[in-house]
């Protein structure tokens, strides 16, 4: 991924956000707009997404990840900005 403008992002959501496709969901969304990184599950049952793009692309899966795929229910979305973009090149599920 090239450009001026990139940032890259972590996510933490919780909820009912897993064993409903919320990666998958992550995943699709992510690709539609053109961002990479990574999503997986944690033990402590949230879902954590590691995203670099545009700064208004991360906004829209922003609000993507507050929504989430039908049969989930997103109660809190914590976010820390990274300070390095990581060399990523598409967007996969890890785990």
């Known amino acids: 991924m090239e ?3 990139l940032q ?3 996510f933490w ?3 009912r956000v897993q064993g409903v496709g919320f990666r998958w969901y992550v995943r699709r969304e992510a690709k539609n ?3 990479v990184g990574r999503v997986r ?3 402590d049952g949230r879902v954590e997404t590691l995203a670099a793009g545009p700064s208004d692309l991360l906004a829209r899966l922003r609000h993507s990840l507050r ?3 039908p049969g989930a229910r997103v109660t809190d979305l ?3 900005e990274l300070t390095f973009v990581p060399p990523w090149d598409t967007f996969e599920i890890d785990g």
Do not use: C, I
């Open 33 to 35: 707009l053109g961002l």
């Open 41 to 43: 599950n944690l033990p």
């Open 67 to 69: 929504q989430g795929p």
């Open 78 to 80: 914590a976010e820390q």
């Open 3 to 5: 450009g001026g403008d």
């Open 13 to 15: 959501v919780s909820g």
């Open 8 to 10: 890259a992002v972590r």
